[in-house]
């Protein structure tokens, strides 16, 4: 007997508002999968001292509850007529995606690279929810990393996080103190998932978001418009106008042709520290030193491949467009192309180069277009767009073209401070992250405890020799580094010692003089502020009190306040000569702003007001 339909469930189901649908920019990461392109990212966690399988299982049950998509899955709209909603998983059993296994022998750091990268290699159950993790005994033969320690290999779909969000994910799995073994753990909370909601259900609630925004298209695409006029106009007043167009030829090299399912990967680990010393000697930010690090070690790859082009690689830049408050776990990013000068030798000119580079790149008009190209992708039909990347991928149709870019480095800051599990200290963190047809290599550059570990992931077709490749990003920050110390003692040899006068004072006794004739300001933006200022071999610090009626502003330093601003003078000069955007200068990395949540806010409305009066 046929199953009566009820249309009174059907309904319900169809304006449950629980049921949530992937965005546009999430779905590009789902129907770029392929065969060969399995697009998860993970992470090699490893963790010093014999910890228990059954202790690691009991903790990441029972913080399951606090990560809701690590209990759902992925439901398609019949046809592919829309994006796919997120549900609870009815047959979620945490066994299906924890897996102990053993390092064979001989258990070194080349057994694990291999093993993690098989593990790398192979595809998640798009059936099932998104991630698993592989739990690694017999760590016995690693240099500096205690017999018997433990590896965690964990993966989760791109479709569900990006770098970002997926730094926020180990701040839920781990403890940020030693103590954890001592704490009473909590106990798994039940799981009660909700029934899977039927075809009829999805379509009826695909076309209700329709019908409920039938302009949505249209709109997106005026705001998208007028954000475009609007960047062009900025452009023409900016900084800009001083260089030239941003387009340039991307030259087709080894890295952009058909890739293999194997992956292989390797990784340098550099000291923070003195990346930070680098980039304080040269200006700019940590992520320019990276990507002048990474530019040294692939003009060096490709000249003794000899495939060495004659122009300068392009490396797309994901930069986070995550709000500072946001605890969404999905991908917030948008891109910028980046000249890595693999055309010119001397190190110290390559640096200088991608400095120009990324200050171009970073501009506003592309901030601005970030958040509006989001949006585009949200309106693209998911049948349609999924179409296209099959076809792109089978017919090779990336050879008919040439790429937009070479290869990909991002740079995420992970936690400043060690991490603990069940009392266990994480002794280091490395990033994969997925390669697709015509993008065969991806550098992921991930800060954790006073170190940068920078992993490249690449395939056994473009990069076998991967650990060759890590060796020479070692170099070439080797190289890098002496040549800035050479440049230092040269200036110590020529110049004589004096007082360095800032630029940007006068930005200071005008904020002053707005404050006076704006009390309200003053009221409303209350608190403690510290602005450093780097003048290169110095430092002059800043305390703005708003604490009282009148504010006081005045150059003081050795403070404890609850929001400590750091910035280079020339960057604040230029911000306060319109030449930059604050706004530009947060996602460059050139503005430093640390502090509790409530006071950044407090002060960033408060500059933002001063720097539009």
């Known amino acids: 007997m046929a199953k009566k339909i009820d249309l009174k469930d059907i309904m319900q189901d169809a304006f449950d508002s629980s049921i949530q649908q992937i965005s546009g920019s999430d779905a590009a990461f789902l129907y770029a999968e392929s065969p060969t392109s399995p697009m998860h990212i993970a992470t090699l966690n490893i963790v010093e001292g014999s910890l228990k399988y059954e202790d690691f299982k009991e ?3 029972s913080k399951l509850h606090l990560i809701p998509k690590f209990r759902q899955r992925l439901l398609n709209v019949p046809m592919n007529l829309d994006y796919p909603y997120w549900v609870d998983d009815p047959n979620f059993d945490i066994d299906l995606h924890l897996n102990r296994i053993r390092l064979p022998d001989p258990s070194n750091w080349k057994t694990l690279r291999y093993l993690t990268s098989k593990l790398f290699s192979a595809p998640l ?8 993790i592989h739990f690694i005994e017999g760590i016995d033969e690693i240099a500096q990393v205690p017999k018997g320690s433990v590896a965690i290999v964990t993966k989760v779909h791109h479709v569900m996080i990006d770098g970002s969000s997926g730094v926020g994910l180990m701040g839920v799995l781990y403890d940020s103190d030693e103590k954890g073994k001592q704490k009473k753990r909590s106990k798994p909370k039940p799981f009660s998932p909700e029934p899977l909601p039927d075809d009829i259900s999805l379509l009826l609630k695909s076309g209700y978001q329709f019908l409920k925004n039938p302009f949505r298209i249209p709109k997106i695409v005026a705001e998208s418009t007028f954000s475009f006029i609007k960047s062009k106009a900025a452009k023409k007043l900016s900084i800009q106008r001083e260089f030239s167009s941003t387009k340039f030829p991307v030259p087709i090299t080894i890295f952009n042709g058909s890739i293999s399912a194997k992956r292989t990967w390797g990784t340098a680990l550099l000291s923070f520290e003195r990346v930070s010393a680098l980039r304080k000697t040269m200006g700019g930010s940590i992520n320019d030193v990276i990507l002048a690090i990474c530019a040294g070690a692939i003009r060096r790859y490709l000249i003794e491949k000899e495939k060495l082009p ?3 690689l392009v490396a797309n830049v994901p930069i986070s467009i995550r709000a500072e408050n946001s605890t969404k776990m999905d991908n917030q990013i948008a891109n910028m192309m980046i000249q890595l ?3 010119i030798e001397d190190p110290l000119e390559r640096l200088e180069y991608i400095q120009e ?9 592309n901030i601005m277009g970030a958040k509006a190209l989001a949006k585009m992708a949200d309106v693209v039909p998911f049948g349609v767009a999924n179409l296209a990347a099959g076809l792109y991928s089978k017919y090779n149709i990336k050879d008919l073209h040439r790429p937009p870019f070479n290869v990909t480095i991002t740079n995420v800051p992970g936690p400043r401070g060690l991490l603990y599990l069940n009392g266990h200290k994480v002794v280091s963190i490395f990033g994969l992250t997925p390669v697709v047809d015509g993008f065969g290599l991806i550098i992921a550059a991930f800060s954790y405890n006073g170190l940068v570990s920078i992993t490249t992931t690449s395939d056994a077709k473009t990069m076998p020799d991967a650990d060759v490749f890590s060796k020479y990003i070692r170099e070439s920050a080797n190289e890098l580094e002496e ?3 050479n440049l230092g003692k040269g200036k110590l040899a020529n110049e004589s010692t004096k007082q360095v006068k800032s630029k940007s004072t006068p930005f200071f006794r005008t904020l002053k003089k707005y404050l006076k004739d704006n009390p309200k300001q003053v009221k409303t933006h209350k608190g403690l502020y510290q602005i450093q200022v ?3 071999d110095t430092t002059d610090g800043w305390e703005l009190d708003l604490t009282k009626a009148a504010a006081v502003i005045k150059k003081k330093k050795n403070l404890d306040p609850k929001v400590l601003v750091e910035i280079e003078d020339e960057n604040l000069f ?4 319109g030449k930059l955007l604050l706004e530009e200068l947060k996602i460059q990395g050139r503005i430093k702003i640390t502090g509790t949540a409530a006071s950044k806010a407090k002060l960033l409305k408060l500059l933002t007001a001063f720097l539009e009066r």
């Open 59 to 61: 903790i990441i049950a």
């Open 125 to 132: 159950d798009l059936r099932r929810s998104l991630w698993s």
């Open 310 to 312: 004659i122009h300068p």
């Open 341 to 343: 000068a693999t055309h």
């Open 357 to 365: 580079q990324t200050m171009l790149g970073k501009s506003s008009h």
């Open 483 to 485: 040549q800035i110390k």
């Open 534 to 536: 780097d003048l290169g």
């Open 574 to 577: 230029a911000l306060y000569k």
